[in-house]
């Protein structure tokens, strides 16, 4: 029987993934970019507290590719006190209804999720828009 050494292979296949994981970490995303040119973000909806409003994703004519999904993320870096607002995330709308009258500022992240051959997941920024948002009584 051969006297086989699986550690130099096995230290190449390391050593190949930290540097893929290195290249995929130094991509820069920078706010406001969007990866589909053009596209956008635009409410829908009486902007009244109590009442829903539709955040509509526009990618100008980008489908999502067989097997990916979109992830959506909503962040309220500004809102008045009082309840957080309810989001129901969902591709191609997210409903938000804002409880409490007043000013928000809302992050939304739109990325497409996903998986590769081998194992582990892959997310692609397809959109970032900062809203702010006017809520009447």
């Known amino acids: ?8 292979a096995l230290s190449a296949a390391c050593a190949a993934l930290a540097l893929a994981w290195a ?3 130094s991509v ?3 706010a406001g ?5 053009g596209g956008e973000v635009r ?6 507290a109590g009442q829903p409003v539709k955040a ?3 990618l ?7 097997g990916a999904y979109a992830a959506i993320n909503v962040e309220f870096t500004a809102r008045p006190e009082g309840a957080r607002p309810d989001v129901r995330p969902g591709y191609p709308e997210t409903v938000m209804t804002f409880a409490e009258p007043g000013t928000y500022r809302a992050l939304i992240l739109l990325n ?13 920024p397809l959109l970032e828009s900062t809203l702010d948002i006017e809520i009447a009584p």
């Not at 970019?33 to 040119?37: E, K």
């Not at 100008?60 to 067989?66: M, Q, R, S, T, V």
């Open 23 to 25: 290249a995929l970490l």
């Open 1 to 8: 029987m051969k006297n086989r050494r699986p550690f130099p």
């Open 56 to 58: 509509v994703f526009d």
């Open 112 to 124: 497409e999720i996903s998986k590769g051959s081998c194992g582990g997941v892959t997310a692609r």
């Open 43 to 48: 409410l829908l909806g009486p902007l009244k």
């Open 33 to 37: 970019q969007s990866a589909v040119p």
């Open 28 to 30: 820069p995303v920078f």
């Open 60 to 66: 100008k004519g980008y489908a999502l590719p067989a």
